[in-house]
């Protein structure tokens, strides 16, 4: 006789628990704890709206991660949920059962409700062992306001119906609530209304920010103190941002950003992307990050010798892991700029990326030697630079001795082009072939990639295809 699946028999106890939701609600107080998750994925999918109120005042674990059983924010089973948690915060007592302290909205820890509801039966992820861990460790604390968490994208000129009702929800009851947003996105949104949404969360949980704007100076600087008060933020992209229309406030603006960087005192990643502002001012914004960073990325800006000379001295990028300097025209730098940066950094460097700088020969075989002490590096991208094979093969002789390497992208050899800078196939592969044959050579087995220049038919920065030369 075939015995019966335990796991399926705690469906067919919430299916049938859910057919008399009064029952339901009523027998709460004895359901096994077992029986909860299951059960509220039952009334969460059939839109059982009280039972999933009364669950929630029930609910015997610390965290509730409604947002891993919703592919789209649903309203109503917000209401539902925040209607529960009204009638929690209202009693003086929490019920002895109940250890609620957090409701996650945010489209993560689907593996709790897998583990419960019997998809997975050999044992937890280690992410999920981690949020247990971190769990029990809330419940050992003094009773404080019950977190909500949330991912924050803001991208449309108006909040959607759905996060307008829970800010609304937590500005009645601030006292009582904690809302919190480890990463925060913007993307195009009016800075009035990000002052008033960000005026409701705790701004020391953002780690990670991201700024995709077309603001002018003066708007980041309305938006840097806010910045500031982010203290635990590790990783921070700004981009697009252009200089002001009124001349002469500039600097006052730069001075109002670059000074809320001191106050950041765990940020690691670094990404600066199209700013006009940087040009002449970006030791100002060095000398203000007070912890070492693990990535720097400046892209697509404006430099100048002294901005260089400054980050090649900067002690806060001696440990860097990444560095990104991709659109950076380089043509007209002083040639022992990049050299003295890349000494700086040959220590822990593991990636790093010069892609469209502008880099010919010359400049290519300045950073020969202090490349090939970066011990480290496991990725290097040299596309839409002008090099020649002479170079190229320099180049591959000098990484060589690279143990962690093993990615590498480089652009098409000068030689695959007519003089109107027209790819021609049949020299792309005798390149090809000379390439095989200096890889053979150094008798060290490697992949590298090439990519011609930026695709005429793709657009300015969308390279072709990178093709692979293998030496096994």
């Known amino acids: 006789m075939k015995t019966s699946n335990p796991l399926r028999l705690l469906d067919l106890a919430g299916m049938s628990l859910l057919r008399d939701e009064a029952s339901t609600i009523t027998a709460l107080k004895d359901l096994p704890t077992e029986l909860f998750p299951p059960v509220f994925m039952e009334a969460f999918y059939g ?12 609910w015997p674990f610390v965290r509730l991660p409604l947002g891993g059983l919703m592919k789209v924010p649903h309203l109503g089973t917000l209401q539902a949920v925040l209607a529960g948690l009204d009638i929690l915060l209202a009693q003086k007592d929490h019920p002895r059962r109940c250890k609620l302290r957090v409701l996650d909205l945010r489209n993560t820890s689907q593996d709790f409700w897998r583990m419960w509801s019997g998809y997975r039966v050999h044992g937890c992820s280690s992410s999920l062992m981690a949020q247990v861990a971190e769990d029990r460790s809330r419940t050992k604390q003094p009773r404080a306001p019950l977190e909500v968490f949330i991912e924050l994208h803001l991208k449309e000129r108006t909040l959607d119906g759905f996060l307008t009702y829970l800010i609304r929800w937590v500005e009645q009851r601030k006292a009582s609530i904690h809302l919190c947003c480890k990463k925060l996105r913007i993307l195009s949104f009016p800075i009035e209304n990000i002052m008033k949404v960000l005026s409701m969360v705790q701004l020391d949980c953002i780690q990670e920010v991201q700024v995709n704007c077309t ?258």
């Open 47 to 58: 839109r059982y709206s009280e039972t999933l109120k009364a669950m929630v005042q029930a």
């Open 215 to 472: 603001w002018h100076l003066s708007t980041l600087a309305v938006f840097a103190p806010l910045l500031g008060q982010m203290g635990n933020v590790q990783r921070l992209l700004l981009s697009n941002i252009h200089m002001s229309a009124l001349a002469g406030q500039e600097q006052r603006h730069i001075v109002q950003i670059t000074s809320q960087f001191l106050r950041l005192h765990h940020l690691r990643d670094l990404h600066l992307e199209s700013h006009s502002f940087l040009e002449g001012c970006l030791d100002q914004m060095l000398r203000c990050l007070t912890t070492p960073l693990d990535n720097l990325a400046i892209t697509h800006c404006l430099l100048s010798d002294s901005d260089l000379s400054h980050l090649s001295q900067c002690p806060n990028i001696s440990q860097l892991k990444g560095l990104d300097l991709s659109g950076i025209t380089l043509t007209y730098s002083s040639p022992e700029l990049l050299p003295v940066l890349l000494e700086k950094v040959a220590a822990t460097l593991q990636e790093l990326y010069l892609e469209q700088c502008g880099i010919m020969d010359s400049h290519l075989e300045t950073i020969l030697q202090p490349l090939s002490r970066c011990s480290q590096l496991m990725f290097l991208s040299l596309r839409g630079n002008l090099i020649s094979m002479a170079v190229m093969e320099k180049l591959l002789r000098h990484t060589s001795g690279l143990p962690s390497l093993s990615q590498e992208l480089y652009p098409v050899p000068q030689e695959s082009y007519s003089s109107q800078r027209i790819l021609q196939p049949g020299r792309l592969a005798q390149c090809r072939a000379e390439l095989f044959e200096i890889l053979r050579v150094l008798g060290r087995p490697r992949i590298i990639w090439i990519s011609s220049s930026p695709c005429l038919h793709c657009g300015d920065n969308t390279f072709s295809h990178p093709q692979p030369i293998v030496y096994r």
